[in-house]
């Protein structure tokens, strides 16, 4: 079942963990100044690492020592932030095709999280962290 414990557990991990990870990604775009890409791979950089443990212990509740366990972990993460955004900046700024580059990035940028997220869950529930047995 795609909606149970599980995902309410996801879910609020999520939160905490977007709310960290969307506020160092606007940071690194609005007040340092960095590209799109380096904005949104900061917020998957540092967002990452607390998801890792919360997500693994909390939300999975998986307690199994592997580095596969990591390199499945990162290659998700991975994955996940190559699609969402590739597929976030070009339908945005086509859709805002009259909005200054600053507005279609920053929403590019929440759309893009809005989409690594579902793809998220669905890696580490069903691939990353799945349940032996």
């Not at 506020?23 to 775009?29: E, G, L, N, Q, S």
């Not at 939300?59 to 998700?76: G, Q």
């Not at 200054?100 to 869950?121: D, P, R």
Request: hydrophobic share 50%.
């Amino acid at each position: 079942m795609l909606i149970d414990k599980t995902f309410a557990k996801f879910v609020l991990v999520g939160i905490a963990n977007t709310l960290f990870g969307t506020a160092v990604m606007f940071a690194f775009y609005n007040l340092l100044h960095c590209s799109y890409w380096v904005s949104s791979a900061a917020n998957y950089f540092f967002g990452s690492i607390l998801s890792y443990f919360l997500n693994k212990y909390y939300t999975f509740e998986n307690h199994e020592r592997s580095w596969k366990i990591v390199l499945k972990f990162t290659v998700n993460i991975i994955v996940c932030y190559l699609v969402a955004y590739a597929v976030a900046k070009p339908l945005t700024i086509l859709a805002l095709s009259g909005q200054t580059k600053v507005v279609q990035e920053n929403v590019a940028m929440l759309v893009g999280t809005c989409l690594f997220i579902a793809l998220n869950y669905l890696g580490q529930r069903f691939w990353a962290f799945k349940k032996k047995g």
